[in-house]
């Protein structure tokens, strides 16, 4: 079949599919997943996803596959002789759909569902197994490493709430599987006090533990770029140590969606003033019509910094591969890896034109995959 069905993100002022996200008790509010625009209220989220799906498509547009191969171009994702083998990722998401004809291949080693305690990988909302195809596929859709060794937990439901709490415990989950990479495609709010007294483990508490013992976390800085700005990238992307991605377009410029970070300090919300390497967003990666599989078996095209955070995901896994040294083990790894990595990205990152040092938007620069992994080679 030559003919190709479009496939795409709807404009804005047509209907589109509302999400809230709900309150907790502890001092992060809610989760959102970013595929598109955050609205922040004092309420929680409201998030609009736009997702045109065609049930008899059997391959992508062309022009997503012109956006796939532009995208690695710009992110230096065609590494020879890297593909992710032997290195241990867990996408902490909605779940994931294994019967996406471009995930036929993958190598999914461990599932956990924090919602239904369903045994088989499932995906009811769509967003875990569009992050997963970014990682892992190997179809139409390329993945930046497929051969992984993927770990899934649920902790996101099926319209797309979640509790800042359940990701913890997922978070917690991910480490006990030996995963020597988190992916948390997902964020929200900081709290207005560095740390609630009366409030459980969250988000943040276990990121912090899993990047104690080496493990690399990465996060998505938030979708509420612009005039909604709340003035800082999402928890728990906002933890120091915690790697923050924002989002730029086909052409390289900041995507204005992607969240602002506030790197000089503030009294309400409290941040404290952040150092290099640990301005946020720390990154930026592809987030502007982004060409993407989805948990019906057909292919769209998405915004958000939740797709950035993939494929920052996947350059750290093509790093670890090529320099196991930097990886967490089952015996030993600690933060001073995880800082060393950050560094790294810091020094091979692109910068915008007359960009210098860090930018509250762009961060370091734009993802070097092939340069970071030099860096450590030199």
Not at 101 to 128: C, M
Request: proline share 5%.
């Amino acid at each position: 079949m030559d003919e190709l069905l479009d496939i795409g993100v709807q404009p804005a002022t047509q209907d589109a599919h509302l999400l809230t996200y709900t309150h907790t008790s502890k001092r992060f509010v809610g989760f959102m997943v970013g595929l598109t625009v955050l609205l922040v209220f004092s309420s929680g989220y409201l998030i609009e996803i736009f997702k045109e799906n065609n049930p008899f498509a059997i391959r992508p547009t062309e022009g997503a596959l012109e956006s796939q191969e532009v995208y690695g171009e710009l992110i230096q994702s065609d590494i020879k002789g890297l593909d992710g083998t032997g290195v241990k990722v867990c996408i902490v998401d909605s779940g994931i759909d294994t019967t996406h004809k471009d995930l036929s291949g993958i190598n999914l080693v461990a599932w956990r569902d924090f919602v239904n305690n369903q045994e088989q990988p499932y995906d009811d909302q769509g967003h875990g197994t569009s992050m997963a195809g970014l990682l892992v596929a190997d179809g139409w859709m390329k993945g930046v490493a497929p051969e992984v060794e993927l770990v899934v937990a649920k902790a996101l439901s099926g319209n797309g709430t979640g509790d800042d709490g359940v990701v913890a415990d997922a978070i917690d989950w991910c480490v006990e599987q030996d995963s020597q990479i988190i992916s948390l495609s997902l964020g929200g709010a900081p709290g207005l006090l560095p740390f609630n007294p009366f409030g459980g483990r969250d988000s943040s508490d276990a990121a912090d533990d899993a990047i104690d013992q080496g493990i690399v976390v990465i996060a998505a800085a938030g979708n509420d770029g612009g005039p909604d700005d709340d003035g800082d990238v999402a928890h728990p992307s906002s933890e120091r140590l915690v790697i923050s991605v924002g989002g730029h377009t086909e052409d390289g410029s900041h995507w204005s969606g992607s969240s602002t970070g506030d790197n000089n300090g503030n009294l309400l919300p409290l941040i404290l003033p952040r150092q290099d390497p640990h301005k946020k967003p720390e990154i930026v990666a592809p987030a502007k019509g982004v060409p993407v599989i989805n948990n019906d078996g057909t292919w769209s095209i998405v915004d958000g910094t939740s797709a950035a955070t993939v494929f920052v995901t996947g350059a750290i896994a093509l790093l670890l591969e090529a320099v196991p040294s930097l990886a967490a083990n089952e015996t030993s790894g600690s933060s001073a890896s995880v800082i060393q990595i950050k560094q790294a990205l810091m020094d091979t990152a692109k910068p915008l034109p007359g960009q210098d040092g860090h930018d509250d938007d762009y961060g370091y620069g734009m993802l070097q995959i092939e340069n970071l992994i030099n860096s450590f080679a030199q």
